[in-house]
């Protein structure tokens, strides 16, 4: 199969733009300033934090005031309608920055920007956003700008391609303590409402030995978890030279020494099964948590949705999943009201998470994407009854929510403590091993480290607890 690997040389020609950009913004009177602000998933944060790592070797510092700033990149969301029209508004909005700082480099980026429609409609309608590119060109992004500041002209790059991997580029990581590692990118699976194959490219997977360095490095400065993002993860591998699957992958991250834990998303169901459960069953530091989007309860939207498996696989594969791993912590994606969905489908899903008893979903209400199979589908039920659909799943879920977090009360588990909050009750954030919220009582010299919490106090999205002391 046909590699994308970014040559070494272009990716030191970037190095090189980088250094020119540095000379260039040191002769002004104080360093530039950039903002990045980030919409949708994880790997887009990850997305966000090579284009910082990028800035920051430009000699860039970093402002959240779009009126400070002298370069300002959005990077984008595609997945609803709503993300875009939210990025519309925001980018809408910096026609004010251009009016207050003509020289400020105003940059779209992004699952949005890879849309030719959207391309066209920002060169049309938003004259005042001068860099657009998708995530294929990202490794790019030091030219891309240097292009810009040259010509003084705005700069489209958005060719279809079918992806590359850039090795080598530099990263800002926003906490000590959890991290980011992409081991692959795009999706071939094609679901028939999802636009991420268009946007995203076809899979490619990184090179196992980058990503175990990569891992390796960030357990030896510290971070205590790991998350492996890619669009699909199991099917991690079968692209490379030496073909190699994500058990595997996960057996060799697991020998890397220290205290840690490794995460990872996303697992598409049709390619999760019992080599993946037993690894991760066998593996110390992996979380015995497994985001394993479902979409659906009923197997004939399943098949419309081009999914690749029927409820009653997917109810095996959980079923065995847990036997293997009987404290799993499990959570799932839904839509409700794809196109031609009934009544009684839409509450097929509901007893499907009845019977899953979920940890926790992401819900949404069907949003048609332009160029996908299911957007020239018939849609005949209103938003308004799929609302109500919706609603009854999230009173389900919710219950089940509580449910399940009220087993915790009483007991000592172990959390990471993430970050310190401003509620002067709770003054910490953790997560349990297996993700789930912690509000903490305790020190803030906790923060990064490991430690045994008793839980006090539930609700239906998270748990309060006490640090114990040892
Ligand atoms: N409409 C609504 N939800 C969608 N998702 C993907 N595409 C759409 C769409 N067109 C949801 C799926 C996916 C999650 C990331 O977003 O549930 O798992
Ligand atoms: Fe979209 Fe399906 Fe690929 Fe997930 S697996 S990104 S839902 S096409």
Redesign the pocket.
């Known amino acids: 199969m046909e590699r994308s690997v970014i040559p070494a040389a272009e990716i030191q020609r970037q190095r090189e733009t980088m250094r020119r950009l540095a000379a260039r913004f040191s002769g002004g009177e104080r360093a530039p300033l950039a903002m990045v602000e980030t919409y949708g998933c994880q790997q887009n944060v990850a997305d966000s934090q090579r284009i910082m790592g990028m800035l920051a070797e430009m000699g860039c510092g970093f402002t959240q005031d779009p009126f400070m700033a002298d370069i300002i990149v959005i990077n984008t969301c595609a997945i609803r309608e709503n993300a875009e029209k939210k990025v519309f508004g925001v980018i809408g909005q910096l026609v004010h920055v251009k009016e207050r700082d003509p020289n400020a480099v105003i940059c779209l980026c992004g699952c949005m920007a890879q849309q030719e429609t959207v391309a066209e409609k920002v060169r049309v309608s938003y004259r005042h956003v001068d860099l657009v590119f998708g995530p294929q060109a990202l490794w790019k992004f030091p030219e891309l700008l240097w292009d810009v500041l040259e010509k003084r002209g705005r700069v489209f790059s958005i060719e279809k391609e079918r992806g590359s991997i850039a090795e080598g580029l530099p990263v800002v990581r926003e906490s000590g303590v959890k991290a980011w590692v992409s081991i692959m990118y795009g999706?071939n699976?094609?679901?028939s409402y999802?636009i991420?194959?268009y946007v995203r490219g076809r899979e490619r997977s990184r090179d196992p030995a980058f990503i175990l360095e990569e891992v390796r490095q960030l357990v030896e400065s510290g971070y205590k978890e790991i998350t492996l993002l890619g669009?699909?993860v199991n099917s991690y591998g079968k692209d490379l030279d030496k073909p190699m699957d994500f058990s595997a992958l996960l057996s060799e991250i697991d020998k890397i020494p220290g205290e840690y834990l490794v995460r990872f998303m996303?697992s598409?169901p049709k390619d999760a099964g019992e080599k993946l459960f037993d690894t991760m069953a066998r593996c110390t530091h992996v979380a015995k948590q497994l985001h394993l989007?479902v979409?659906s309860g009923n197997s004939r939207i399943l098949r419309a949705m081009n999914r690749g498996y029927t409820r009653e696989q997917y109810l095996d594969k959980v079923r065995y999943a847990r036997s293997v791993m009987p404290d799993l912590v499990l959570t799932s994606d839904i839509i409700i009201g794809f196109p031609g969905e009934t009544e009684a489908e839409a509450m097929d899903t509901v007893s499907l998470i009845e019977e899953v008893r979920y940890d926790a979903l992401f819900t949404f209400i069907y949003s048609p994407r332009p160029g996908t199979p299911a957007a020239s589908m018939p849609d005949p039920a209103s938003r308004k009854e799929k609302q109500v659909w919706f609603d009854r799943l999230l009173d389900a879920q919710n219950r089940i929510s509580a449910e399940l977090h009220r087993m915790y009360t009483g007991k000592t588990v172990r959390v990471l403590v993430d970050a310190v909050t401003e509620d002067p009750k709770w003054p910490l954030s953790s997560r349990t091993h297996g993700g789930r919220l912690v509000h903490l009582s305790g020190p803030s010299s906790l923060v990064g480290q490991y430690a045994d919490v008793r839980i006090v106090d539930s609700n239906t999205w998270a748990l309060f607890g006490e640090a114990v002391q040892l």
């Open positions: 999706c699976n094609f679901c999802c991420v194959p669009q699909n996303t598409h989007p979409q």
